[in-house]
């Protein structure tokens, strides 16, 4: 069995920034294999996709709502993936979890739900 564990939230003041980390645990697992998302969900809200990047080439997509301010990356040699939040807005907190899943994206989205996820870590924005 292995597990995603997320790190880098926090608190921060809008205009900030931000970076989350996805790893796997244990190490030997490696994530350049999977396509890897980034989800979030503030309270009362449904979970929401905001980014993910392909395990066949590394192509990234992203949702509106963070186009231009997140980017998404891989760093195969640390065996991690990175969510780099620029520009922060208050509507940007939330809890944020990276999921993972062997089968390729469609159009930037996952044809399945993922088979992996974190456990999720906040991310606050607020002065």
């Known amino acids: 069995q292995w597990k995603l564990v997320e790190s880098g939230g926090g608190l921060v003041q809008p205009g900030g920034s931000l970076r989350l980390s996805c790893t796997a645990a244990p190490s030997r697992f490696r994530l350049d294999y999977y396509s890897i998302g980034w989800f979030r969900q503030a309270p009362g809200r449904e979970r929401e996709g905001v980014s993910c990047?392909?395990?066949?080439?590394?192509?990234?997509y992203y949702s509106d709502s963070v186009k231009d301010r997140f980017t998404v990356s891989r760093d195969n040699a640390k065996n991690t993936v990175y969510l780099q939040m620029n520009s922060l807005e208050p509507e940007d907190t939330a809890v944020y979890y990276c999921?993972?899943?062997?089968?390729?994206?469609?159009?930037?989205?996952?044809?399945?739900?993922?088979?992996?996820w974190g456990q999720g870590i906040q991310v606050t924005v607020s002065s």
């Open positions: 999921a993972a899943d062997v089968s390729p994206l469609l159009s930037g989205r996952f044809t399945r739900v993922p088979r992996s």
């Open positions: 990047i392909s395990s066949q080439d590394n192509r990234t």
